[in-house]
């Protein structure tokens, strides 16, 4: 489960197994939910489905509804400590993965600071934002 030849096995799928330690808030058949070990904020958690992929192209189509669920319900549990959080998903290690197990994170939010860091911004021209949607192959019709 999650290992690959010559690696160290993945802690997620260690988790899943319950072969690591965590602090488990939600489990079901397919996925579990437990607290980041270095939260961004008090109570920070992660959606991982227990079948090991690495990325959400990677996740079966009849895996969805079931993990959405999973995140649904771990977003409920977010909001008995605030109703303000992020759900972020890190695809990459340029995009700042570090686990290569599919996880969303839940970061609760408790006051406007950014908990990211700062980082400028500057808005889209509307020339790059038609480019970018060209690059992405749309518009995509609905």
């Given amino acids: 489960m999650g290992t690959a030849v010559g690696a160290e096995p993945c802690i997620f799928c260690e ?3 319950h ?3 965590a602090h488990v808030v939600y ?8 607290l980041d070990i270095f939260p961004f904020t008090r109570g920070h958690l992660l959606v991982v489905p227990k079948r090991h992929v690495d990325r959400l192209v990677d996740l079966d189509p009849s895996e ?4 959405f669920a999973a995140l649904a319900q771990a977003c409920r549990q977010v909001e008995t400590l605030t109703k303000d959080y ?7 290690p ?9 996880h969303f994170h839940i970061i609760p ?3 406007a600071g950014n908990p990211f860091g700062p980082m400028p911004r500057t808005r889209l021209s509307d020339a790059d934002g038609a480019a970018i949607v ?4 749309g518009p995509i019709p609905r």
Wanted: hydrophobic share 40%; glycine share 14%; no cysteine.
């Fill in 15 to 17: 988790i899943a197994a």
């Fill in 94 to 102: 340029l995009a700042g993965q570090i686990v290569f197990h599919l």
């Fill in 109 to 111: 939010r408790y006051d």
């Fill in 86 to 92: 992020n759900v972020g998903l890190n695809q990459g």
């Fill in 27 to 34: 489990e079901d058949a397919n996925s579990i939910v437990f």
């Fill in 64 to 67: 969805y509804a079931g993990y």
């Fill in 134 to 137: 060209r690059e992405l192959g």
């Fill in 19 to 21: 072969r690591g330690p």
